[in-house]
């Protein structure tokens, strides 16, 4: 993230006209631990350092170790909830907030984060998300059934075709919940969703993908086969990474691929059972019970296919 300088210096004053030194040291070893002022700053250690140096030095090292999210994230939970039990009110907070915003961030207070506005830009990790962190997203894994019977029986032309449409479908409606595609290799992919009633949002994107599928066979279809999908749904903890080879290691994304491939029939989503604990019963009356090869209990959402 690239922050404007007009934002950099409202957070010098905010912290210098509202903190001593203790209490900026204190918030920024929340984002950067055993941080040391003298260290940073070079001044000698029997020396007293000036507030608005100590400022200019936090949102500086903040702002170069890509920490200035969460760094402001705890200036707003100061604001909010105080400092060791007393009320902290910081200076220019409103503005600060206002500054996040022009920088392409919105803040979530349900789940006290910033996050990308859609509007100005969309990251696979959402603006927030670092290497390594750990957070509980919900899954979808689809993928195209009989992948290699289409290449073998159709055009390159007509499958890249209906792939392409296919992929811009999938796409669109995991972006349009505001969640995030993980993985892609043509024939499917692994996307994700974190904010809002993210168990809703995959179940309501997974479905619109199916009916468009279903469209697209109806009216659009350039193969000789219509195009069919399998799709999964789960929920659980998954360590962010950038680097696929260790997205894959995960648990959770492994359960989610077994679910696709293994309990999931033709035009049909399979839901874990945990996902479901949090729909109502309207949702869940849509919903078919079973038993998986596992003998797990799973839900599925199907739309027949007649030829």
Known sequence: MKVKASLLNICIKALAESMVSDMMISVVREVIPHYDIYKQTGFPQNMAIPNRDIARQIVRDVNENNFFPPFVLEL???????????????????QIIRGMRANGLLYDM???????????????????F??????????????????????????????????????????????????????????????????????????????????????????????????QVRIALHDGRVVYTNTEKDLFNNENIKQVISIESKQTKPNTITISDMITTSYDAVIKNQLESFRGKDNKRYYRYSVEWED
Request: some cysteine; overall charge positive.
């Open 76 to 94: 707003v939970k100061l604001h909010r909830m105080g400092y060791q039990g007393r009320p902290c009110s910081i200076s220019y907070m409103d």
């Open 110 to 128: 349900k789940n006290h984060l910033f996050v990308e506005d859609p509007s100005v830009q969309r990251t696979r990790n959402w603006g927030v």
């Open 130 to 227: 670092r290497e390594g962190q750990e957070g509980v997203f919900t899954l979808l894994k689809i993928d195209i059934v009989d992948n290699s019977v289409l290449v073998k029986e159709n055009s390159k032309a007509d499958v890249d075709v209906a792939y392409d449409i296919f992929r811009k479908q999938v796409f669109e409606n995991i972006e349009r919940r505001n969640g995030r595609v993980w993985n892609w290799e043509g024939d499917g992919g692994i996307g994700a969703f974190y904010f809002g009633d993210k168990k809703v949002c995959a179940l309501l994107c997974a479905i619109n993908i199916l009916h468009e599928i279903i469209y697209y066979n109806l009216f659009q279809r350039n193969l000789k086969n219509p195009l």
